[in-house]
């Protein structure tokens, strides 16, 4: 992701993670409806993980819609709030993949199947991507906050 959005970068990132979490979630789905045979306590497992994903996307979508909603000064003040959400979202991403991993090793309805694990490690690195990217986002805190913070207020 370009750091080049200007007063635009908090939408940007939320934007970003709205769309990475309804992947994982819905990645969640396809695991299930591609192993017919998935142990029980990983069909659970997904069907809690997608859960969770999704209301952690409903947080994002209510960060964007606070953001898209409220005066571009007054908005850094929540720009705290959204690097918080930003780690959440990346220590989530971190945790679903150990799942995923978890899947691959344990699973003998996954680690059986050649095709399955192709798809698997094809989610991993989706999650894992978004990581580099929050990582990248909450890196830059010390020089980029400040100018996020500046652009709204002389927004």
Request: proline share 4%.
């Amino acid at each position: 992701m370009l750091f080049i959005y200007g007063d635009k970068m908090p939408l940007r990132i939320l934007d970003e993670a709205d769309f990475w979490k309804q992947q994982e979630a819905e990645h969640t789905v396809v695991i299930r409806q591609l192993v017919n045979n998935l142990e029980p306590r990983f069909v659970r497992a997904l069907q809690i993980w997608g859960q969770m994903l999704e209301r952690t996307r409903g947080a994002v979508r209510r960060m964007i819609e606070l953001y898209v909603w409220t005066d571009p000064r007054a908005a850094a003040a929540f720009h705290g709030d959204l690097l918080h959400l930003v780690d959440h979202c990346l220590r989530e991403s971190r945790a679903f993949i150990h799942l995923l991993d978890q899947l691959g090793v344990e699973s003998p309805a996954m680690y059986s199947n050649p095709t399955v694990m192709v798809v698997l490690n094809h989610i991993r690195r989706e999650s894992e991507y978004f990581i580099g990217v929050a990582q990248a986002i909450l890196a830059s805190r010390p020089h980029r906050a400040g100018h996020l913070r500046e652009t709204f207020v002389a927004g």
